[in-house]
């Protein structure tokens, strides 16, 4: 079987990720890891892989496949992404929701110059999650959809802790509300605010004789980020947090409560959960399904930005689609 | 906004939630309801639609966009799928899974031949737990994946009971075992037997004079259906039946319990759950779902037999793909 190549751009927590996944995947291989640094200066665990500076890759053109982009949504991929295209079939995980309109639009156009395919914003949110909440809306259009998230780390509200003055290390975990989640669940559709589905908890190890009741205050009001919220700030040592809160565990669920039926008499109730060890893991290992399909549908003369809702699903597995239909339909 | 014209053949159960279904969606309207019997014998829930005998059927051609199947898997589908696909784009729930494959073959030669979309065995499962156990897989390729049906009524065990002699009514409640449910959902990955995962719960209206040992016996011990279970036979008042047991509610669930990470030390638990009041009325929203996206895709050139892994998701909304993106994605 020929193998599927995979690039991986940039080398954070989701690009481990997406480096562990293709280990489990016998139809992939990782040909390089391309970094902005000196590669040198780069360890990666996957021996005997390559370690690439950004200002060679299109060296790369014909020996890589899919090149799957692990950079920040904030700054990088908004240059990258559309780079990157002119280039290569790529997957992202971009997720400045605002932005993706746009993002989709200048992909497009790289990826259409090349005659490439590239997927953009792939996770589990937006990802998985934009499927349920898709098809959830599609088949029940009488009913309201809930998204909560966690209990899990949130990086942009960790960073957000860690910007404050005083705070030496933080973390944040986003705790969807018992109460809230529960009403749902019993196929109620009320209305609920920021604060009334989620609140965040923060643990920060402060600096040497900071002030705490001000790290707490400016926590707490920090607008959009925790003003919103109900907000707890536990102040713990440098020993529990290496201790407890080294790990980047996450999930959450989707559901649809809608009704059927003349007099709107039936309710149906969807759900579509995922509780995580590791989010950047999973998040690898939908960036690598997802490089498959890329791979495919290019292969079939697709080109362009897709979204996950363009992507027929036969394409995510490794497996024949005869295979697929006697075993999974 | 031109309307996608529907129609329904067969007006059983299912043609009813099609019926109700397309109340709710506006980019729909029924064109007409087409049956085998004498059309002045049906009365449908549609005021001002007509009744059509199937005889007629290719009047319609020019008139109806796609015509939903609602006849039954096990004789009526083998022939109305290969038949209507010469003439329409065509949905069906064809569940009968050994023979899916060969059911495939078949409405794609049809469909190639009019040039139309066919998609087959939409609906709940076959239907959307087909699509959480392809992604959950493709994501997760270490791990085992679980599906559960119920509590719900399954109509082919409640048709098994009313064989049975002595029985004058009877239905048949599909239940999963929460002890083993429970262990799934903590992420453990046992080895589970038909009788682990599910009971089988039966009420029964006696003829009278009946020999009600003999019944519960000749239940008990049928094969396949209810001998490799544990089964419950209740017997009740034909009062009690009319007044309990008349609604058809299902659900049920599909679980992946997977790994990544080097050493496979980091679980993920994916879950999708369904609680449907109706049964039928949930499965004619998903069929109706998937007719406009047989209408989108043929629209756009597309042809032949798909399954639900082939349909890209975005053509089950009637929303604009610009929307979607902006707000589901």
Request: glycine share 8%; with cysteine.
């Amino acid at each position: 079987m020929e193998k599927i190549r995979i690039g991986i751009a940039g080398y954070g927590n989701i690009a481990r990720g997406v480096e562990t996944a293709i280990k489990t995947s016998p139809d992939t291989e990782l040909v390089a890891v391309f970094t902005r640094r000196k590669p040198e200066d780069l360890m990666i665990n996957s021996p005997g892989v390559k370690v690439v500076n950004f200002s060679q890759v299109e060296e790369y053109k014909d020996t890589v496949d899919v090149m799957i982009l692990c950079t920040g949504s904030a700054k990088d991929l908004p240059v990258h992404g559309v780079e990157f295209a002119k280039l290569f079939n790529t997957v992202d995980s971009y997720d400045n929701h605002a932005q993706i309109p746009q993002y989709l639009r200048r992909v497009n156009e790289s990826a259409l110059s090349s005659g490439k395919v590239s997927i953009i914003s792939i996770g589990w949110d937006p990802g998985l999650f934009s499927i349920m909440r898709m098809i959830s809306e599609a088949v029940l259009p009488e009913g309201s959809s809930y998204t909560f998230w966690g209990r899990g780390v949130s990086q942009g509200h960790s960073d957000a802790i860690r910007r404050v003055k005083g705070v030496k290390y933080g973390i944040q975990y986003t705790i969807p509300l018992e109460k809230a989640v529960e009403a749902v669940r019993r196929g109620e559709t009320p209305n609920l605010s920021a604060r009334d589905k989620h609140m965040r908890e923060c643990y920060v190890v402060c600096e040497e004789g900071a002030d705490k009741s001000k790290i707490e205050s400016d926590i707490k009001n920090m607008p959009d980020y925790f003003a919103p919220y109900d907000t707890k700030v536990n102040f713990i040592s440098e020993e529990e947090f290496k201790e407890n809160h080294s790990k980047m565990p996450h999930g959450g669920l989707v559901i649809r409560n809608g009704t059927t039926g003349e007099e709107k008499q039936n309710k149906h109730i969807m759900e579509f959960s995922l509780k995580l060890d590791s989010n950047p893991e999973f998040t690898g290992s939908v960036l690598l399904a997802y490089a498959r399909a890329a791979y495919k549908m290019n292969l079939e003369g697709m080109m362009g930005a897709k979204t996950i809702f363009d992507v027929p699903l036969f394409y995510l597995s490794p497996r024949y689609r005869e295979d697929l239909v006697k075993e999974l339909l």
